[in-house]
């Protein structure tokens, strides 16, 4: 279940919260240099300094002590189970980390030994030392975050957890940076095969930005794989300016529409939606600012490859892929058994032979010769996109 509990105005810690939510805001808008200079432009400029609040950099260390501080709907919970093998990995992430995870969603996408990961507003770093062990010691994660506290609580845990995953050097790195400034932060182009964001695209003024950053710093065939809050509708001026929706991660929400739109600006593929779930309001007053517009959290999918293959084609999936050999779920419309012929469009088709799943699919022409089994897509259990477009109407 994913909420958003709109209850905060009678807690205290909370107010600080929705202020450095702003400040984050703020601070992304108005860089444009260098991550660290800008940084220290933003704090000067804050309003908010001015009057008397928290600073950006309190938020997650001053203010929030752990998880169980957000008292606010800036939680939201995974809108999928979690497996096994991936409990097992977040268990033997550090309590400190743990403590100071404030992420909404789980993102894990599949395949991922060996791989170079960057995780977009990396917090404490749970997600990152989760993704350590999945990667492997030839993998490698890089987290970036703008909260100095954050990283120090991530880069004190290090040696902890490559001792805990048994690995000779780190694989795990963590820079301090914006999002929307990820080369000026000086990570390499075509560096990434994944880069992962929980919950912290939302609060990035251009979102436009981040996208075409995180395009630049992926390799061919990379993924941007990433949770989010999302609306039914363009927001008004008076819902985006609105302080408490602002940090309850409504008042950021981008029009679900708007990211098609932008992501093929900036030329990833079409989002490929995985999961969604609808966001309640249990706030009268809330509600009423609000309006008509509704908000989901989703789990969407981007890919950096080639466009314009528009051929069918049928593809077997040969089931090698750790932790879902049997069944993978792709996305809402696609899951693939293990050696069953699924038909699937031109765009999936150059997808899944084009990124790392290319070792794990054969593709072959409608009705090739060994396709005597071809079935119709799977359309998984999981909330399908149509869903999340009727709850929007
Ligand atoms: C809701 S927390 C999520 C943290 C982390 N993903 C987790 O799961 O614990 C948002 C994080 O994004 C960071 N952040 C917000 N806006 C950012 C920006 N424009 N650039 C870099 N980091 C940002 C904050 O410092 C904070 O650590």
Redesign the pocket.
């Known amino acids: 279940m994913i909420y958003c509990k709109i209850i905060i105005y009678n807690y205290f810690p909370c107010v600080y919260i929705i202020l450095a939510f702003l400040n ?2 703020a ?2 808008k108005r860089c444009h240099g260098p991550a660290a200079d800008c940084h220290r432009e933003d704090v000067a400029d804050s309003p908010l300094k001015e009057g008397g609040a928290v600073e950006p950099e309190d ?2 260390s001053k203010v929030l002590k752990r998880s169980s501080d957000l008292k606010t709907n ?1 939680c939201v919970t995974p809108a999928q189970p979690i497996p096994a093998f991936i409990r097992q990995a977040l268990k033997k992430v550090h309590p400190d980390v743990s403590d ?5 969603g789980l993102v894990v996408p599949e395949c991922l030994e060996g791989c170079r990961i960057l ?6 770093g ?2 990152c030392y989760m993704l350590s062990q999945l990667v492997g010691e030839k993998g490698h994660v890089t987290g ?4 100095e506290d ?1 990283l120090e609580v991530a880069r004190k845990h290090v040696d902890y957890h490559m001792k805990e995953f048994g690995f000779k050097k780190p694989n795990v790195n963590f820079v301090q ?4 400034g990820l080369t000026e932060a000086g990570l390499e182009k075509n560096s990434f095969d994944i880069i992962i ?4 695209v939302n ?2 003024p251009d979102k436009k930005r981040v996208l075409a950053e995180a395009y630049s710093v992926l390799k061919d065939g990379g993924e941007l794989y990433f949770s989010d809050v999302y609306s039914s509708g363009r927001l008004t001026e008076e819902i985006k300016n609105h302080k408490v929706l602002w940090g309850e991660c409504l008042g950021g929400a981008l029009w679900w529409k708007d990211l098609l739109q932008l992501a093929d600006e900036v030329g990833f593929s079409p989002p490929r939606l995985v999961t969604s779930k609808i966001i309640t309001i249990e706030n009268k007053e809330l509600q009423a600012v609000l309006g008509d517009f509704k908000f989901v959290s989703a789990t969407y999918r981007l890919f950096k490859v080639p466009k314009g293959n528009t051929k069918t084609c049928q593809v077997i999936y040969n089931g090698n892929i750790t932790g879902v050999e049997e069944s993978f779920l792709f996305d809402c419309h696609y899951t693939f058994k293990a050696n069953k012929a699924v038909e699937v469009d031109g765009e999936l088709a150059t997808i899944l032979t084009s990124t790392r799943f290319k070792e794990d699919f054969t593709c072959q022409p409608p009705g090739g010769p060994s396709a005597p089994c071809g079935v119709k897509p799977q359309v998984s259990v999981t909330t399908k996109f149509q869903d999340v477009e009727m709850s929007f109407v």
């Not at 940076?177 to 929307?180: P, V």
């Open positions: 984050c805001r601070g992304a938020y997650y800036a100071r995870y404030y992420g909404c995780d977009l507003g990396s917090g404490s749970r997600d970036i975050d703008m909260t954050q940076g914006l999002i929307e964001s929980n919950c912290v609060l990035s």
